[in-house]
């Protein structure tokens, strides 16, 4: 009688990680020195802002949403904008050894999900104007 330990081991996957997990590499240049340096995280959404915060009443996508049923106050989105707006170099304060204090944050997608989750939000309670994107209405 043979014992189980010749039969292959199986390896448990969580399927939350194994359909949606994704790995995002956050890379940091400092302004001073211009020392590169990077982390990885998992992720298994993606957090989309609905506002540029360093443009919030500028439109994303022309002017005419109002065209489309919306508000003319409504400003469009469009899902690649809001892909670039992630994805952007940002300036933010992060130590560095030679000092300094601020640095410029990339962030690349280093490993995709099978099924890529998109979270959209608005995070200005106070933001009056209605949102319009045209690939979700």
């Known amino acids: 009688q043979e014992q189980a330990t010749n ?3 199986h390896e448990l996957v969580c399927p939350v990680m194994h359909n ?3 790995e995002l590499q956050h890379t940091f240049r400092c302004q001073s020195c211009a020392r590169v340096s990077s982390t990885k ?3 298994i959404a993606l957090t989309l802002d609905l506002i540029d915060h360093e443009h919030p009443e500028a439109p994303m996508v022309g002017s005419d949403a109002h ?6 106050w409504a400003k469009r989105y469009a899902i ?12 933010i304060e992060r130590k560095c050894e030679c000092g300094g204090s601020q640095a410029n944050m990339s962030i690349q997608v280093s490993a995709l999900p099978r099924v890529l989750v998109l979270h959209l939000q608005v995070s ?4 009056r104007f209605p949102v319009y ?3 979700l209405n």
């Open 7 to 9: 039969s292959p081991k």
């Open 20 to 22: 949606f997990g994704g």
């Open 41 to 43: 995280e998992d992720f």
């Open 67 to 72: 065209k489309s049923g919306a508000s003319k």
């Open 80 to 91: 690649p904008d809001l892909f670039r707006l992630y994805f952007r170099d940002k300036p």
């Open 124 to 127: 200005h309670s106070h933001h």
């Open 133 to 135: 994107c045209p690939h």
